[in-house]
Nanobody, 123 residues
């Protein structure tokens, strides 16, 4: 129904910033929430944050609260993850996914996962 594609990852020094993009295509009028998750080798996917597509309300994991910010651009059908004050613990593959009407941090509730984009923070 909805296809999502992440971009914007790369190598950044500790304390630096990156902005990731999540471009949506297909039945975008059926988007309710968009979540950001990250994964490191050997660990389960970790919730980063979520945005309500229509209302714009957001929620974040405690580990990124105050440093990361999610926004959306209706004209471009794109959700952004602005990441500031990055540290080594933020190194991961970052994914976006479409979620249910009620925002949740559970990755199993999401679908239409993108391919992921690598973020590496160098100390």
């Amino acid at each position: 129904q909805v296809q999502l594609a992440e971009s914007g990852g790369g190598l950044v020094q500790a304390g630096g910033s990156l902005r990731l993009s999540c471009a949506a295509s297909g039945r975008t009028w059926n988007i309710y929430t968009v979540g950001w998750f990250r994964r490191v080798p050997g660990k389960e996917r970790e919730f980063v944050g979520v945005i309500s597509w229509n209302g714009g309300s957001t929620d974040y994991a405690d580990s990124v609260k105050g440093r990361f910010s999610i926004s959306r651009d209706y004209a471009r059908n794109t959700v952004y993850l602005q990441m500031n004050s990055l540290n080594a613990e933020d190194t991961a593959v970052y994914y976006c996914a479409a979620g249910p009407r009620i925002a949740t941090k559970a990755p199993g509730a999401y679908g239409s996962w993108g391919q992921g984009t690598q973020v590496t923070v160098s100390s």
